[in-house]
């Protein structure tokens, strides 16, 4: 074995890159950023934000004010304060609303619990990532209608994760509505037996 061989294949697969960088498309991997930007991944997640349906962002909110997501927040960045009164959700039903609804970006860690525990399918993960702030405190607290995206918006994002999520609101209106089942009636013969004087 040469003495240094691993040093000449590294400098190999150095000068390959190098070169390749001005010849392959692939490789050409710097961009002009702002003024260009890399198409980020589907599944990218920075922080979260609230969906509503519909244009209304009030009367569309899918948050129920549960409390859930605040709870099993590890680093207790949400902080939430259930209305008085209620609004009907997407399927007609009185439901609480969050009168505050805030998350403080400087504190979350972009983990997603948040979005996994809500049973409401209220809460997702946005992709917005230049938030930067000059002010560390208040700036970077978000407050419910800074939060709030439309649907819409949720599908530009994540078109796929939209779409299931969509189909499952849809499953659910749908059984809710659906009339339940009368009790099946007795067997004839035994119906006819019970009502045979003894
Ligand atoms: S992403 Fe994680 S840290 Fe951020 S608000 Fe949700 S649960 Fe909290
Ligand atoms: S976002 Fe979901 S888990 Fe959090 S309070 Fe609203 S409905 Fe409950």
Known sequence: MILGGGILKGMAVTARNFVGSYFVKERMVTIQYPEERAPLPE??????????????????LRCVACQICEKECPPQCI???KSKDKKPDYIGKP?????IFDIDISVCMSCQICVEVCPFEAIKMDKVFELSQQERFDALLMKKDELAKSNTYYHQIHPTEAASVDAKLAEAAAAKKKPATPPAAPPAAAAGAASTPA
């Open 43 to 60: 599944n990218y997640r920075n922080f979260p934000f609230l969906v509503h349906d519909g244009e209304d962002q009030h009367a569309g």
């Open 79 to 81: 902080y939430i304060v």
């Open 95 to 99: 439901q609480f609303y969050p009168a």
